[in-house]
């Protein structure tokens, strides 16, 4: 019996759109990409942005973009995540234009296909500074703000991990930190109001992941090989993001939320 295509409702059309009014979203690599879609749909409820990355031409690009969308205001902040002092002055630039933070998407990544074996100890390293120890940084940067605001977190990482996938050993060693990283957050922060949850997207139409870093197999799956019908679009991750962030997940913390229409478990089975 053939698979029903299912179309995805949009959260903006889910949840009050206000219901983020009055708060404030710090975004690392919220100038394009999944992160970009992830704060359009939450300024699209009511929150203003800041988003860093390390290009600031692009980054003012988007935050024009995504102000002019949403009718909320956007900010583009210059920083690279590997450099504590850069993302502090990201976060002050953020307080003296909005006065607070409430909620954090760690989503800066670096990513390319090598072998092990092909691959040097720099560019290892560079990938997990810029993941694990970039998330770090931006926790580090950004807490006393959350504890003020009694805040959350969100942390992108991926399901690379959880099998082995060939040529992202960097990625699954930098991404596995993110997940444990954040568990930990969320238990030390929690007794002081703040949540820390992981959303791991699964292969995503239209993005990097699929376009530049996926296998041909992968590309070429049809949407059978989707429990759901479909491969997953940045809309559904953007819908998760709203929900973490919202009153209705206000009992959960130290989660990985994977977005991923199931696929997972059909690679596992298979
Ligand atoms: C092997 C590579 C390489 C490649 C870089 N390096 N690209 N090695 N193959 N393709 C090595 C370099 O040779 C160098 O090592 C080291 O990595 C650092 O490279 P630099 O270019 O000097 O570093 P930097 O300018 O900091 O850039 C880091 C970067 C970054 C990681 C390459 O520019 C980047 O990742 N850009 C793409 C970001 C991106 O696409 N993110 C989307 C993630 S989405 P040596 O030894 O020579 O000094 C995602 C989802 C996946 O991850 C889902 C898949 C299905």
Redesign the pocket.
């Known amino acids: 019996m053939p698979i029903k295509h299912v179309v995805a409702p949009s959260s903006v059309d889910v949840f009050k759109p206000d219901i983020f009014q009055g708060k404030v979203l710090f975004c690392t690599?919220g100038g394009s990409?999944?992160c970009k879609v992830m704060v359009e749909a939450i300024m699209r409820h009511g929150a203003n942005a800041t988003i860093v990355g390390?290009k600031l031409d692009r980054l003012t690009e988007a935050a024009n973009e995504l102000s002019q969308l949403t009718g909320q205001t956007c900010v583009a902040a210059r920083a690279?995540v590997?450099d504590p002092q850069q993302l502090k002055e990201a976060v002050a630039k953020t307080i003296e234009r909005f006065g607070r933070i409430d909620f954090v998407i760690c989503g800066?990544?670096?990513?390319?296909?090598?072998s092990i074996d092909?691959?040097?100890?720099?560019?290892?390293?560079?990938?997990v500074?810029?993941?694990t120890l970039g998330t770090f940084n931006t926790v580090k940067a950004t807490l006393p703000y959350l504890r003020a605001s009694h805040g959350a977190y969100i942390h992108v990482s991926?399901?690379?991990h959880h099998k082995g996938?060939p040529y992202?050993a960097h990625?699954s060693a930098a991404?596995a930190g993110v997940d444990a990283f954040s568990a930990v957050l969320a238990l030390e922060e929690g007794p002081k109001g703040i949540r820390s949850n992981v959303i791991a997207?699964?292969?995503?139409a239209g993005?990097?992941?699929?376009s530049?870093?996926?296998?041909q197999m992968?590309r070429s799956a049809g949407s059978s090989a989707y429990p759901l019908g479909r491969m997953g679009n940045v809309q559904d991750v953007a819908s998760a993001a709203v929900f973490l962030f919202s009153d209705a997940a206000s009992y959960i913390t130290g989660q990985v939320l994977v977005v991923d229409g199931g696929f997972e478990h059909v690679r596992v089975s298979q």
């Open positions: 690599g990409g999944i390390r690279d590997r800066a990544a670096g990513n390319f296909l090598a092909g691959m040097s100890e720099n560019a290892f390293k560079t990938v500074e810029i993941d991926s399901t690379l996938t992202q990625v991404k997207p699964g292969p995503i993005t990097e992941g699929i530049r870093l996926s296998t992968l």
